[in-house]
Nanobody
Framework: QVQLVESGGGLVPAGGSLRLSCAAA????????MAWYRQPPGKQREWVAFITSAGTTYYPNSVKGRFTISRDNAKNTLYLQMNSLKPEDTAVYLC???????????WGQGTQVTVSS
């Protein structure tokens, strides 16, 4: 059963923007802290943003000021607006609950983001 479907990735030049979406199945999305993660080629998965059920957001320094996470609980959808993209942002982007040690959903396929220099 597919629980998470990420979309919106693509190939963009450095400095460009993308908006990712994550559609979640089930009825408990609104009460969960949700996050975007990424996995660069050959590297471990890392979180890039998370948002609590109350809407409070957190970002690591690597993306702060460039990425914005948001959610629409009526649509069970999580978003990630990415601006001023850099080649080092190239990765597969995935969503799930936060923290990732005990994810609430089965991991989806993710969406590929490639930033050219």
């Amino acid at each position: 059963q597919v629980q998470l479907v990420e979309s919106g990735g693509g190939l963009v030049p450095a400095g460009g923007s993308l908006r990712l979406s994550c559609a979640a199945a089930g009825s408990t999305f609104s009460v969960k802290t949700m996050a975007w993660y990424r996995q660069p080629p050959g590297k471990q998965r890392e979180w890039v943003a998370f948002i609590t059920s109350a809407g409070t957001t957190y970002y690591p320094n690597s993306v702060k000021g460039r990425f914005t996470i948001s959610r629409d609980n009526a649509k069970n959808t999580l978003y990630l607006q990415m601006n001023s993209l850099k080649p080092e942002d190239t990765a597969v982007y995935l969503c799930n609950s936060y923290p990732s040690g005990s994810p609430s959903y089965t991991w989806g396929q993710g969406t590929q983001v490639t930033v050219s220099s």
